[in-house]
T-cell receptor, first 116, second 114 residues
Framework: EAGVVQSPRYKIIEKKQPVAFWCNPI?????LYWYLQNLGQGPELLIR????????DSQLPKDRFSAERLKGVDSTLKIQPAELGDSAVYLC??????????????FGEGSRLTVL | AQSVTQLGSHVSVSEGALVLLRCNYS??????LFWYVQYPNQGLQLLLK??????LVKGINGFEAEFKKSETSFHLTKPSAHMSDAAEYFC????????????FGTGTRLQVTL
């Protein structure tokens, strides 16, 4: 069974440039999460989707960050424009609906962003 | 509000020695507690979880954790460390119920030496 797939794995951009990350969850997983992981920190939730609906985006900085999950399958997270402080690892995770209650998430390998 | 505190950002043990990674939680409702492991250049994977059943939880690779409500702790242990256990370990709490989100600790990097 394929796991959560993220791309790109690494991205280096200059500040003020846009960047997008893509995530394909495990087949059949209704719930999709984007987490931010700063160096030396634990993951922090940015947004959670149930199917195509964003049910928790309270931690997403909406002035520069946007996300979409068209058709309730894969998802894209965009930053425009990127700032130096956005350098981090962006993690995507998915779970079955029940997993959303019990916390059993399946993570991708992450997309490491470096903003110069 | 919910939170977890992991004591010690780095822990070093000798191969064959006991592994003890500490986690204390705060939650206003009965919590679900988790340990995730992140090997180098890999995604996080679930090691074990407590969801209000048995207080001693066994996970993969010989790890186990005990939920102690009186101490608000969920420490992770393994009797004998192996080189392959070297990784970053994250404790996480979910306030149970529906539509809750995981709150992760800052992680503990485990180093295993010969």
């Amino acid at each position: 069974e394929a796991g959560v797939v993220q791309s790109p794995r690494y991205k280096i951009i200059e500040k003020k440039q846009p960047v997008a990350f893509w995530c394909n969850p495990i087949s059949g997983h209704n719930t999709l999460y984007w987490y931010l992981q700063n160096l030396g920190q634990g993951p922090e939730l940015l947004i959670r989707y149930e199917n195509e609906e964003a049910v928790d985006d309270s931690q997403l900085p909406k002035d520069r960050f946007s996300a979409e999950r068209l058709k309730g399958v894969d998802s894209t997270l965009k930053i425009q424009p990127a700032e130096l402080g956005d350098s981090a690892v962006y993690l995507c995770a998915s779970s079955l609906v029940a997993g959303a209650r019990t916390g059993e998430l399946f993570f991708g390998e992450g997309s490491r962003l470096t903003v110069l | 509000a919910q939170s977890v505190t992991q004591l010690g950002s780095h822990v070093s043990v000798s191969e064959g020695a006991l592994v003890l990674l500490r986690c204390n939680y705060s939650s206003s409702v009965p919590p679900y507690l988790f340990w995730y492991v992140q090997y180098p250049n890999q995604g996080l994977q679930l090691l074990l979880k407590y969801t209000s059943a048995a207080t001693l939880v066994k996970g993969i690779n010989g790890f186990e954790a005990e939920f102690k409500k009186s101490e608000t702790s969920f420490h992770l242990t393994k009797p004998s460390a192996h080189m392959s256990d070297a990784a970053e370990y994250f404790c996480a709490v979910s306030a149970g119920g529906t539509a809750s989100k995981l709150t992760f600790g800052t992680g503990t990097r485990l180093q295993v030496t010969l």
